[in-house]
């Protein structure tokens, strides 16, 4: 794995593939949640249509990068995501992301702390706890582009869009239990939480 967690590299650093994204065709016709308040997701769980949004807890990832805070580590979150709508776009996580990786582009890799911190600063609509502490976590989304078979960073979700929500933690070694809630902007009131537990870290 990758030493460098720069959001451009994310998806090749955490081993996602292309392939993996024909996950985002199984949403139809599993978990329906239709437009719940609360919702709450575990890896693997499927959200076919969630007030116009369907997700997957696809995988958790330990980055190998070691935070400058002592006795933390990364952990890296990517959620298959599915725009169903026809003329909504999803303003999802951090929407300065061209003004974060001029202000700290990594590499280098001494910006990698920086960049993390401006990251989660900057990603409103998300809130995270470990093992009932607040940590850190920042967000945006990755899209794909089926013709060209690549990913791009975005600030958005299109209407029918398709790509990963891309999470980054920073969390204390030896937790437990991490939930990431999101609170989004086109859903007054309602939230989604992501409940992952240390045993669902898939380790390089």
């Given at each position: 794995m990758s030493n460098s967690i720069s959001r451009r590299t994310f998806l090749k650093c955490t081993g996602a593939s292309?392939?993996?994204?024909?996950?985002?065709?199984?949403?139809?016709?599993c978990q329906q949640n239709g437009n719940a308040t609360i919702v709450d997701v575990k890896v693997g769980d499927k959200v076919s249509n969630w007030n116009g949004l369907g997700v997957q807890l696809t995988s958790l990832f330990n980055i190998d990068t070691?935070?400058?805070?002592a006795?933390?580590?990364y952990i890296a979150v990517l959620v298959t995501v599915v725009n169903r709508t026809k003329n909504q776009t999803f303003n999802i996580g951090a929407q300065n992301l061209a003004e974060i990786n001029a202000a700290?582009?990594?590499?280098?890799?001494?910006?990698?702390?920086?960049?993390f911190h401006a990251l989660a600063a900057a990603s409103t609509?998300?809130?995270?706890?470990?093992?009932?502490?607040?940590?850190?976590?920042?967000?945006?989304?990755?899209?794909?582009?089926?013709?060209?078979?690549?990913?791009?960073?975005s600030t958005n979700l299109p209407p029918q869009g398709t790509g990963y929500l891309q999470l980054m933690l920073m969390?204390?070694?030896?937790?437990?239990?991490?939930?990431?809630?999101?609170?989004?902007?086109f859903a007054a009131d309602k939230t989604?939480?992501?409940?992952?537990?240390?045993?669902?870290?898939?380790?390089?």
């Open positions: 292309v392939a993996a994204l024909g996950a985002a065709s199984l949403l139809g016709g070691v935070p400058a805070q006795g933390y580590e700290y582009p990594v590499p280098p890799q001494e910006n990698v702390d920086a960049n609509d998300f809130s995270a706890s470990c093992d009932g502490q607040s940590v850190e976590c920042g967000a945006n989304i990755s899209l794909y582009n089926s013709n060209s078979q690549t990913f791009s960073d969390v204390p070694k030896g937790w437990k239990q991490l939930s990431v809630t999101y609170m989004p902007t989604m939480t992501f409940v992952m537990t240390a045993a669902d870290v898939t380790r390089a």
